[in-house]
């Protein structure tokens, strides 16, 4: 059987003509379209007639470019049309500037450089031809909308080249070993007080409150040799320290001693003078005495004598002054050779 050629309009619906509706036919009256018109007009009028400026900023207006006045937080209106531009300045927020680093949820525009730029702006010479790598935040606030707006072309960046340049100044006047330990402090009250300096000079409305060293390290290539003298010098500090207090320990010790033994030596000899005053004292009163009666003292001394050294002797003998020898009296055989006999 022959195929057929053609194929029905009923068979295949896709070469069908869609009919598109006749809008001729709808009749709109003509002053809803005005009136609509007229609405959207009023609506975009008072959209481009008012603003508000938030509780923390001041809106700077600006008529034709020209500066006219700074409004307060509030609702206010300009002058549409383009004539009244109004800029949002917020004067009673902390803002910051991180350099080598970046922080989510920035609320500046130029709070954080590039990825790209990191490494460059935060690489620098010290004072004794080392590198370091230095991150820091500057903290600052705007005080005067119109110099930051119209004294220096683009305010964010102009402050991140003037911080990293006195950042640079400061670093150059210190060796690695200050940048790295112990001048933090120094370098970022140098840093904020130079930096101060050259925005007034500059007339950009900013006061700086804060700079802050964030990470300083060594470059990584070199990072393992410095902490291998950092951990030398922690450790000489650490045995410095324990030295210090065995040096705390033992030598007021020693001290304690020798003043103790000087002050009994000095006891001792006070107790030797004041028996030897009391001996002479003593000595001269019984020379007074003696004086007086030479015979009474005499025998007093003399029997005073023997009572303290007859109890002392085991074998006493008392002879009389008329006897001529006193040999018989005396037993001069001992008990042994009495019984070897």
């Known amino acids: ?159 991140r080249d003037v911080s990293e340049s006195v950042m640079r100044e400061v670093i150059g006047d210190r060796t690695v070993d200050e940048v790295l330990t112990i001048g933090r402090q120094d370098i970022e009250s140098s840093a904020q007080v130079k930096l101060q300096d050259v925005v007034n000079k500059y007339e950009m409305g900013l006061r700086i409150d804060q700079i802050q060293l964030k990470n300083v390290n060594p470059p990584r290539p070199v990072q393992e040799s410095f902490d291998r003298v950092n951990e030398a010098q922690q450790e000489r500090e650490r045995m410095i320290n324990v030295a210090r207090g065995e040096y705390n320990e033992a030598v007021p010790r020693a001290r304690g001693e020798a003043d103790q033994r000087i002050q009994a030596a000095e006891g001792y000899a006070i107790q030797r003078v004041n028996e030897a005053q009391g001996d002479v004292r003593k000595f001269d009163a019984l020379l007074a005495e003696y004086l007086k009666a030479p015979d009474v003292t005499k025998r007093r001394l003399y029997l005073e004598t023997l009572n303290e050294v007859l109890p002392r002797v085991e074998t006493k003998v008392i002879v009389d002054e008329s006897a001529s020898s006193v040999l018989p009296l005396l037993q001069l055989e001992t008990p042994k050779a009495r019984i070897a006999q």
């Open 1 to 159: 059987m022959p195929v057929p050629t053609t194929v029905s309009k009923e068979i295949c619906p896709m070469n069908r003509q869609q009919q598109a509706p006749d809008l001729s036919q709808i009749n709109l009256p003509r002053g809803s379209i005005t009136l609509g018109i007229i609405a959207a007009f009023v609506i975009w009028l008072l959209y481009s007639t008012l603003f508000t400026v938030p509780a923390e900023s001041v809106g700077v207006i600006q008529r034709f470019g020209r500066y006219v006045s700074e409004v307060d937080p509030g609702l206010h209106f300009k002058i549409p049309f383009g004539v009244d531009r109004v800029t949002l300045v917020p004067v009673k927020r902390q803002l910051k500037e991180e350099f080598g680093f970046s922080t989510p949820g920035a609320t500046f525009a130029d709070q954080s450089s590039g990825p790209g730029q990191w490494v460059l702006e935060t690489t620098m010479v010290t004072g004794d031809l080392n590198t370091a790598l230095v991150e820091w935040i500057i903290q600052f606030r705007i005080e005067a909308p119109f110099d930051f707006l119209f004294n220096v072309r683009n305010p964010g960046a102009t402050l």
